[in-house]
């Protein structure tokens, strides 16, 4: 049980937190300036919320939403036994691979987040974590409009020629940007300032470039549910006699069903929405649909889908549409990603606990008499990123709205349920109030110093091998290849080690480590691939590696060339 005065500041820590994660980029020093730096920072935040909880804390926690609760500890169990089976590398399962960063640990810090924001217990800590909501939104919109107009200043490599955000990829910015709008429309409705109101105009117009410059069908869907959401309820709330929101309500539902048949080459909206990528998600989802089936206790692990994808994907995919070289490492589906890494259990209870979080929204809204700003923005997050989920990935900075808003739900129902309060707190007692502030204030940079170590190693590898690469030190390369727990062993850097060495000469470095990265990670295809064209494999390395490949890949036709 906590304090009045520690929650609001806690409620604070936890908005800051998520808005922070979702904008924290930097240029250098390592070659990921955005997934790698997340999970970092959500690390060190989210272990830090540690300080401000005890345990009779918790247990009020268990015993305000012990559904929720057991639920998620039961999906955070599954995701480790996941880790500990599966035949991918324990430091793959944990940190995740390059360029993702969702392992184990990224979950589990979204475990801790949820669990963080269940102890609030006003409605002015709800409004911190929308207001956070708003922030990163802006800041988005507005680096947009920067860019458009001065160019960015991030030392992006950009193969999209599109606005990539904070998120470095235009997907999840168009996403992001959908999310924002939504929220900020939801605001408009709500807010008695004038001046404010202007303000949500000017950020609505620019917001809406922003998205366009995204150049992705996928944040204009996402817009088009958070907006269509917010003025359904307007709309509810403001003409209750004329029942005019089931007149817009239908209408919405048919746009939405001809855009649906656009996007999979039917219809009128077809060259406007249908993209190739459509048809790409479609192979993903079937070999990721496999890869559960094939291991329905546990999965494949946790980010180690791109192990297998080769493996179960469709003879079609491999030899027609779309080819032996197009290859994926996660399902653009967040409901089969949690399939294929975690078999069953995970897929079951992540689907719980989306689908309870759901209800208890719903039961929220049907009470609605009149525009309530916050539960609306709400609804078009949890629905926005809904929608996402099914054609997109678990991205750190979209992923940790998508977890967070789950129990931001569940609180701002219980709030509403029992008339604006809780009865958790504890009024009247300064003195045990202080004491509780008094530790917080030594436990919590504790708790993230915490965080800093367990979440430091994936960060400091990249950036010790970056730097070799950049300098181009045969001495820093290869201490940046020596296994540590500040520098965990990474199959995509061994691969891309080897060509470098081989393409500089060093024959002799490229062989050794080629040999180190088939023994790490024997599943990982580029691995064998490396080995068998390095220049000093012998015949019974290279057939080996052709072995292992084409057990790996077994429907790449290009293989059966090779001798």
């Not at 049980?1 to 908005?15: G, P, Q, R, T």
């Not at 692990?301 to 032996?324: C, H, I, N, Q």
């Not at 002799?508 to 064209?533: I, S, T």
């Not at 790996?552 to 060339?561: A, G, H, Q, V």
Request: hydrophobic share 50%.
């Amino acid at each position: 049980m906590l304090a009045d005065e520690l929650i609001s500041k806690f409620s604070k820590y936890i908005a800051f937190a998520i808005s922070f994660v979702t904008l924290f980029v930097i240029g250098s020093p390592v070659s990921d300036p955005v997934n790698i730096t997340k999970f970092l920072v959500l690390g060190i935040f989210a272990v830090g919320a540690l300080g401000f909880l005890s345990f009779k804390t918790l247990n009020s926690l268990w015993s305000a939403e012990r559904v929720f609760v057991t639920v998620l500890a039961v999906f955070t169990v599954s995701a480790f036994l996941s880790t500990i089976l599966s035949e991918s590398p324990i430091t793959q399962n944990l940190y995740g691979v390059t360029g993702r960063n969702t392992g184990f640990l990224t979950f589990f810090y979204f475990g801790l987040l949820s669990l963080a924001i269940l102890t609030f217990n006003k409605v002015i800590h709800l409004k911190y974590y929308v207001f956070a909501l708003i922030f990163a939104g802006v800041f988005n919109i507005f680096y947009g409009l920067w860019v458009r107009i001065f160019g960015d200043f991030m030392p992006w490599t950009n193969v999209y020629g599109a606005l990539l955000g904070t998120f470095g990829n235009p997907d999840f910015a168009g996403a992001f940007i959908g999310f924002s709008l939504g929220v900020l429309l939801s605001y408009f409705f709500g807010c008695p300032n004038l001046k404010i109101k202007a303000l949500l105009i000017v950020a609505l117009l620019v917001g809406t470039i922003s998205l366009i410059d995204t150049k992705t069908v996928q944040g204009i869907l996402v817009a088009a549910i958070t907006i269509s959401i917010t003025v359904f309820f307007k709309i509810r709330s403001s003409f209750t006699k004329f029942k005019l929101h089931i007149l817009f309500a239908i209408s919405i539902i048919a746009m939405g069903i001809v855009s649906l048949f656009g996007i999979f080459q039917r219809g009128p909206l077809e060259s406007f929405l249908y993209k190739r990528s459509v048809s790409l998600r479609g192979v993903y989802w079937d070999a990721a649909i496999n890869t559960g089936n094939n291991h329905v206790i546990s999965g494949v692990g946790l980010d180690s889908f791109g192990d297998w994808y080769r493996e179960m994907r469709s003879v079609k995919a491999a030899t027609w549409f779309p080819g032996e070289g197009v290859i994926s490492n996660v399902a653009h589906n967040i409901y089969l990603d949690m399939y294929a890494s975690g078999g069953l259990p995970l897929l079951v209870t992540y689907l719980f606990l989306n689908l309870y979080a759901g209800y208890r929204l719903i039961s929220l809204l049907r009470r609605m008499k009149e525009f309530d700003w916050i539960a609306v923005s709400l609804a078009s997050l949890f629905f926005g990123y809904e929608a996402q989920a099914l054609i997109s990935i678990n991205q750190i900075g979209i992923g940790i709205w998508g977890w967070s808003v789950l129990s931001a739900i569940l609180v701002y129902e219980r709030i509403n349920r029992l008339d604006k309060t809780i009865v958790t707190t504890m009024k009247g007692k300064s003195s045990k109030a202080s004491s509780q502030i008094s530790k917080s204030i030594v436990l919590v940079p504790l708790f993230m110093l915490i965080g800093l170590f367990i979440s430091l190693p994936p960060f400091a590898a990249d950036a010790k091998f970056t730097n070799a690469i950049n300098k181009q030190d045969l001495n820093l390369l290869e201490q940046s290849l020596n296994p540590g727990y500040f520098n965990p062993m990474n199959s995509d850097r061994l691969a891309r080690a080897v060509i470098i060495l081989g393409n500089s000469n060093l024959h002799e470095q490229a062989y050794k480590y080629a040999k180190v990265g088939v023994e790490f990670n024997p599943r990982y295809f580029d691995a064998w691939n490396v080995l068998y064209y390095a220049k000093l494999s012998t015949d019974s390395d290279r057939k080996l590696a052709l072995e292992n490949m084409k057990l790996l890949d077994p429907n790449n036709r290009k293989l059966e060339k090779l001798k």
